[in-house]
């Protein structure tokens, strides 16, 4: 693939919400290209803080019925049809990846840089499946912070939820949505400051 096509690819890639997606998700080939690009990330001190959890078949009910019973206990009079979504939730998509930060305790690379890279692999692994022609979107969602998800997932002490990467066929191509102004978010030269 020529650098211009990467770039356009880059310029128009858009996510597909997971209520939009269907099966087939990627076969055992297509998920081990897509985890090995996602770990190709920047990783100061080379401490690889993340890892992954790939969710499929009957683990998306079983991590659903967990994230329900969080959600209950921590929501008791919360509606019915909340209550049913928490426990559907990752059946949206045939294939849900837990990207989990796990960042050690370092004298000189702090947690908050290894949180970074952890979202940096969330990044590439979506990039990797939108390149592949999958559909894929990047969600957390109150599951991401409940602490029994966590476990369930294998979570350690200190580890987070990264994002749940959904991915899956596209039912529908998705539309563009606004993008911020580069001149609401750019300063070109240091901005002028008090003092
Ligand atoms: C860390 C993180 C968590 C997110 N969680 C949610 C979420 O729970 N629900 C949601 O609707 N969008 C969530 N999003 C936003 C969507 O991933 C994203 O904005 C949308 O799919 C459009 O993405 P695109 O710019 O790649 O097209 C999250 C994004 C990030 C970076």
Known sequence: MSASHILEFMHKRRSVMARH???PGPDAAALEQILTIAARVPDHGKLAPWRFVVVQGDDRATLGAVAQAA?????GDAETSLQEAAA??????????????????????????????AGAV?????????AM?????????????????????????GD????????????EAPSERPRPALDE??????????G
């Open 71 to 75: 959600f209950v206990a921590g929501n």
């Open 21 to 23: 997606m269907l099966a």
């Open 133 to 157: 022609g999958f559909a894929a979107q990047w969600l957390t969602g109150a599951a991401a912070y409940e602490p029994a998800v966590l476990a369930r997932l294998g979570g350690q002490d």
């Open 88 to 117: 559907q939730q990752f059946l949206r998509a045939p294939c849900v990846i837990a990207v989990l930060a796990r960042p050690v305790t370092h004298p000189k690379i702090p947690r908050s840089e290894q949180i970074l890279s």
């Open 160 to 171: 987070e939820i990264a994002g749940f990467m959904y991915l899956g066929t596209a039912a």
């Open 122 to 130: 969330c990044m590439n692994l979506l990039m990797a499946a939108q």
């Open 185 to 194: 978010i750019v300063h070109l030269g240091l901005p002028e400051v008090a």
